[in-house]
């Protein structure tokens, strides 16, 4: 028998949301690669279904936005979270709301929309990775195999030889490659390179129940996208997180939800599932519901994050690389967003336009930012402990729990100062479910860009206000722009692969210089000037507001729609300065070269 081999330049380990988002960017950007997934098709629970403004504008780019809004929830729909007693019963406190907080950019949070040309939406991992799996395998750079796993690898200096094993023939595949992706959830190519997983883990023992079931008599509210339940015996993660899933209706009438409630760690019959449906009665207060279920999941709460990201010829990407609570919904996302990083970087170094080193730049920009969304998810998944506290929940003595449940209800002082000190809490918890600043302000200060010297802005340490800024290692700020009658946005002037230069009239220099440059390094860079007098124009002079160069200056931004440099205003040779920046970018001495 002859083994098969195949050469790629890229192989992707995992077709989860980051594996499968990695295949399409490099495919997007011209670079041929292989996935390989282990189970035979894409995951069946849920999990993940908040999808961020920042991960929308990543699909924006790469034309999957549209295809997933066609079939994602709403943003009305998911515009609320709230805490209840029961979701349903005819008791006294049955069916009672403590509080209900605005999320996601929906209600009020008008600031949103301002900052960024995406809503972000809820559409469950169960329905993005289909969908991702079908657009990445209609590219013609990408091969995508499921039910292939990753058995072995080695690498050199030239690059990594893996074995692959197709597991209904079980015949082993050699797959020689320049690069790897680790993108399996941290299950195999971690652990083989010798990967320091560390943080806090076992933070709570979870199961997820993923089921169909007509709630419309009970969920009498259709803008909220998750029901707490506080009970008497247990806080919010012991009584239950009953989240809707649409797919074709939502609010009351969603077909799908996920129930997600905690067991002791100690407790056996959490992996019975006969246990499962009496518990879940029970907690939603449903003794006859007959849920047809879909599927069971198991996990455990944990902020953990790999020492290092880069072992040579192998990358971590995604949960492979961190791990986190799911409050405020950071893990798919981030995941994505990693990808992203990653894939112009890989596609830049196959491309000769770049030396191997800026791929060091991935870890240097990603790691920081998956460090603080860790801590972050962590704090927020500690904040539901003073939620509950102001609810009044006495851990272990449901009756003094009950007497304070009829005290916060009640009609009378004690009850309106009870009501009003959750609201303050309320403030806190806030961070969950509006982390405006933590979705669209990350930054890298140190990687593959050209600092300027200005310091690091302070951020919102509840991060909910984001402050859009040019400055180098941040997201370019959205502005809506006009061009050829078509409303586009400033993130729209950056194609995939590409850098752009946006300039703010066409005597500055720069245009030439960047068409120069481009020429000399190889390197695509597109230069749009921002003008009244040019085909993009400033119709409502946002751009100009947001911009903090002068109309002399020039942006460059990365192909990720990360500033890479900018100049506040002509700066001698604009040939000589623009190739000093994307060299520094780049690793490359591009001033000796012009
Ligand atoms: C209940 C719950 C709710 C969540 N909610 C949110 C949310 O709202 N928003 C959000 O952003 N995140 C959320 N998350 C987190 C999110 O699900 C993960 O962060 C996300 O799945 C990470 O994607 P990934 O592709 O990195 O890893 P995974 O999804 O784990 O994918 C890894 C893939 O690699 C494959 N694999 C493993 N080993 C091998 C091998 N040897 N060979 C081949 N393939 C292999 C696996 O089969 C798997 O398909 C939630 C998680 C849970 C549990």
Redesign the pocket.
């Known amino acids: 028998m002859t083994l098969q081999e195949i050469e790629v330049p890229v192989l992707v380990?995992?077709?989860?949301?980051?594996?499968l988002a990695s295949s399409l960017f490099l495919s997007r950007q011209g670079v041929t690669s292989l996935l390989?997934?282990?189970?035979p098709a894409p995951?069946r629970l849920p999990?993940?279904?908040?999808?961020s403004q920042r991960t929308m504008e990543l699909l924006r780019q790469f034309e999957v936005a549209d295809r997933v809004y066609e079939r994602s929830m709403p943003l009305e729909h998911i515009s609320h979270i709230r805490w209840c007693t029961t979701l349903a019963g005819d008791g006294e406190l049955d069916r009672r709301t403590f509080y209900r907080i605005e999320s996601f950019g929906g209600g009020s949070l008008a600031h949103y929309a301002k900052d960024s040309p995406c809503e972000s939406t809820l559409f469950p991992?169960v329905r993005m990775e289909p969908l991702l799996r079908e657009l990445a395998s209609a590219q013609k750079q990408a091969q995508v195999l499921y039910n292939?796993?990753?058995v072995s690898f080695e690498q050199d200096e030239g690059g990594v030889t893996a074995v692959v094993q197709d597991r209904a023939t079980e015949k082993e595949i050699r797959v020689r490659a320049r690069y790897l992706i680790g993108?399996?959830?941290g299950?195999?190519v971690g652990p083989a390179v010798g990967v320091k997983i560390e943080g806090q883990t076992d933070l709570a023992h979870?199961v997820?129940v993923y089921f169909r079931a007509d709630l419309s008599k009970y969920w009498d509210d259709d803008y909220s996208m998750t029901t707490w339940f506080v009970n008497p015996e247990g806080g919010s993660w012991a009584s239950g997180v009953l989240g809707q899933l649409g797919p074709t209706k939502f609010g009351r009438h969603s077909e799908e939800w996920m129930f997600?409630f905690s067991f002791r760690p100690d407790d056996p019959s959490r992996f019975e599932e006969a246990s499962l449906l009496p518990r879940m009665r029970e907690l939603l207060k449903i003794p006859d519901l007959q849920p047809d279920i879909i599927g069971i999941?198991h996990?455990t709460v944990e902020g953990v994050l790999a020492d290092r990201y880069r072992w040579g010829r192998v990358l971590l990407?995604?949960?492979?690389a961190h791990?986190h609570p799911?409050t405020t919904?950071?893990?798919?996302?981030?995941?994505i967003q990693d990808a992203h990083n990653l894939a112009w970087k890989v596609a830049a170094v196959i491309k000769g336009q770049a030396p191997d080193s800026l791929l060091d730049s991935y870890e240097a920009e990603r790691r920081p930012v998956a460090a603080s969304n860790v801590q972050w998810a962590l704090m927020t998944f500690q904040n539901h402990q003073l939620t509950d506290a102001g609810i009044g929940l006495v851990r272990g003595n449901a009756e003094a729990s009950v007497a304070n449940f009829r005290r916060y209800f009640a009609d009378n002082q004690e009850g309106r100062t009870r009501r009003a000190r959750l609201a303050q809490i309320m403030e806190v918890q806030r961070m969950e479910w509006q982390a405006h600043d933590i979705e669209l302000g990350y930054h890298y200060d140190i990687g593959a860009v050209m600092p300027d010297g200005t310091p690091t802005p302070e951020r919102d340490p509840l991060g909910q206000t984001y402050v859009p800024t040019t400055r180098p290692g941040h997201r370019l700020p959205h502005a809506w722009l006009e061009r050829n009658a078509k409303k586009i946005s400033t993130l729209d002037l950056v194609r995939p692969g590409n850098f752009v230069l946006i300039t703010g009239h066409g005597k500055s220099g720069w245009a030439e210089a960047a068409g120069a440059l481009a020429k000399t390094s190889g390197v695509s860079i597109d230069v749009v000037e921002v003008s009244d007098d040019a085909d993009v124009r400033d119709i409502d002079r946002n751009w100009r507001n947001l911009r903090e160069v002068s109309a002399d200056g020039a942006i460059l931004v990365r192909p990720d729609q990360h500033v890479g440099w900018r100049s506040m205003g002509r700066r001698g040779d604009p040939r000589a300065v623009l190739a000093a920046a994307l060299g520094r970018i780049l690793r490359r001495d591009l001033v000796n070269a012009t």
């Not at 380990?13 to 594996?19: F, Q």
């Not at 999990?47 to 999808?51: F, G, S, V, W």
Request: glycine share 24%; hydrophobic share 30%.
């Open positions: 380990v995992g077709g989860g949301g980051c594996g390989i997934e282990r189970h995951g999990k993940a279904r908040y999808i991992q292939h796993q990753l993108a399996d959830g299950k195999t979870m997820t997600h999941g996990w990407a995604g949960d492979a791990r799911p919904g950071l893990g798919l996302n981030s995941a």
